[in-house]
């Protein structure tokens, strides 16, 4: 059943919207597109726009620009730092949809070793800010998986948003904070053109090729890949590593450090143009089922940190709609997947060994491989679009502000930089009380700390 009204929605990104897209503007397109069978959406990139959608009025809206460009809309589905530069929308009416798929803050303690404290400490600090902020203010919340819906329900829970008027609307506080995984698209992939093979010199059509599929990132792994990869080629010749996408199409996102790495070690090792490939440019999104469909088996890994234990490997996603067997260091939500669902193999982190041995068995056993082929044609129909956007859709459907937004809101909004002086936390002490039970509450307590008080001195005496 539809939604009764069709809603004027706002889908805004930072990220760019264009033939060559990374992860945030791929999820906005089809959160974009999936809203727009019932509703009319706008679909808004504050870097660059240049693509089009029949359903959806994609735009670019500078900063300045913004305001105006969601004027009509009822509800605001936002991703990033938006709110950071748009603070207006935090204190507009609005009906806000924060999507959190994306722990930044955990990605960025890895990002940016290696550089100054200071530095660290500043970028930290604005992300968690940023979300402080959105997680006070959003109506409804986005994550990618039940990992991930436990750290931003801790979030929730410390700014006061798991309170009596959520709760009570809904006991499970689906309705606040659901589950959205990054999702795949309905129908198989269709080859367009060329993608690794006859088109990349060094690949045959008859070499075994292993595909790292998304960007090259400091928490990710590609070293201990290189070295795993330099141990099959020595007994298995035909073996071919291809990196899809080493350079960003956001250029406000630099070339990463394990990207230079992981180049200069696989020159040092004699593999760069015989077993190790580099795909320089990022692959249209329109165009990347051209190279999965060349490629034996899908790899992602990584080392276990904090990042991995919330991270959405959303290039696995692609590895599944292509039929790829996977291999992934364990840890993440998606190692968990894998072995549960008989989708490939997992290793111990920085293992080249282990990781040799999956990538052989998922390359040469045709009958695993099969398996894990028809293994993830089924787990898949989970994370086609439509699924995975379901608790959006319903939410758009009829969207509301937060049962505990409004003028008697209880919401942590500040919280002490410093720590607070004891007549200061006396006062505050007294507030709370005043605000639950009036006068009288706060009379019988300071009776009670009185009389506590002077025991504790008759008792010390």
């Known amino acids: 059943m539809g939604p009764s009204v069709s809603r004027r929605i706002a889908v805004v990104t930072p990220d760019v919207l264009s033939l060559k897209m990374a992860g945030p503007a791929i999820r906005a397109y089809n959160i974009a597109e999936q809203l727009s069978r019932t509703h009319e959406v706008k679909l808004i990139s504050t870097t660059s726009c240049e693509i089009e959608h029949p359903q959806v009025s994609c735009s670019f809206?500078?900063?300045?620009?913004?305001?105006?460009?969601v004027g009509d809309a009822s509800v605001v589905v936002l991703q990033g730092f938006v709110s950071a530069r748009a603070p207006w929308l935090l204190r507009s009416e609005k009906v806000l949809v924060i999507d959190l798929y994306d722990p930044l803050h955990l990605e960025q303690l890895e990002q940016l070793k290696g550089e100054s404290t200071q530095r660290r400490r500043a970028t930290l600090d604005i992300t968690v800010r940023m979300f402080n902020e959105q997680i006070v203010r959003g109506d409804f919340f986005l994550c990618a998986s039940e990992e991930q819906r436990q750290l931003w329900l801790g979030h929730l829970g410390a700014f006061g948003r798991l309170n009596p008027e959520n709760y009570q609307a809904d006991d499970t506080l689906r309705r606040l904070l659901a589950v959205c995984p990054f999702g795949a698209a309905e129908a198989p992939p269709v080859r367009t053109g060329l993608g690794i093979r006859g088109a990349v010199p060094g690949i045959g059509d008859k070499d075994k090729v292993i595909l790292w599929a998304g960007g090259v990132y400091n928490w990710l792994d590609p070293l201990t890949l290189v070295r795993a990869v330099d141990r099959l080629c020595r007994v298995h010749d035909d073996v071919r590593l291809f990196f899809l996408g080493m350079k960003h199409p956001n250029p406000e996102i630099v070339d990463t450090h394990v990207a230079d790495q992981t180049r200069a070690l696989s020159h040092e090792l004699g593999l760069t143009g015989k077993y190790v490939f580099f795909h320089e440019e990022w692959?249209?999104?329109a165009e990347r089922q051209n190279y999965?469909?060349?490629?034996?088996?899908?790899v992602s890994t990584h080392v276990n940190h904090l990042e991995t234990q919330f991270a959405f490997r959303t290039r696995v996603l692609d590895y599944l709609w292509a039929s790829l067997p996977v291999v992934s260091t364990r840890g993440d939500t998606f190692a968990r997947l894998i072995e549960a669902e008989g989708l490939g193999l997992t290793v111990p982190e920085q293992d080249p060994?282990?990781?040799?041995?999956?990538?052989?068995?998922?390359?040469?056993?045709?009958?695993?491989a099969d398996s894990c082929r028809a293994n993830g044609a089924r787990v898949l129909q989970r994370f086609t679009w439509p699924r995975a956007l379901e608790p959006l859709t319903r939410f758009c459907d009829d969207p509301s502000r937060a049962p505990d937004a409004g003028p008697e809101q209880r919401r942590f909004v500040r919280y002490p930089t410093t720590p607070p002086t004891p007549v200061a936390q006396e006062l505050r002490r007294a507030l709370v009380l005043a605000r639950q039970g009036g006068v009288r509450l706060v009379t019988e307590r300071a009776a009670v700390?009185?009389?506590?008080?002077l025991r504790?001195?008759?008792?010390?005496?």
């Open 61 to 69: 809206a500078p900063w300045h620009a913004l305001q105006e460009a």
């Open 353 to 368: 060994a282990s990781l040799s041995e999956a990538l052989a068995l998922a390359l040469y056993d045709i009958d695993f």
């Open 283 to 285: 692959t249209p999104y």
């Open 449 to 453: 700390r009185i009389g506590r008080g």
């Open 456 to 461: 504790d001195r008759k008792h010390h005496a």
């Open 292 to 298: 999965l469909l060349d490629a034996d088996v899908g």
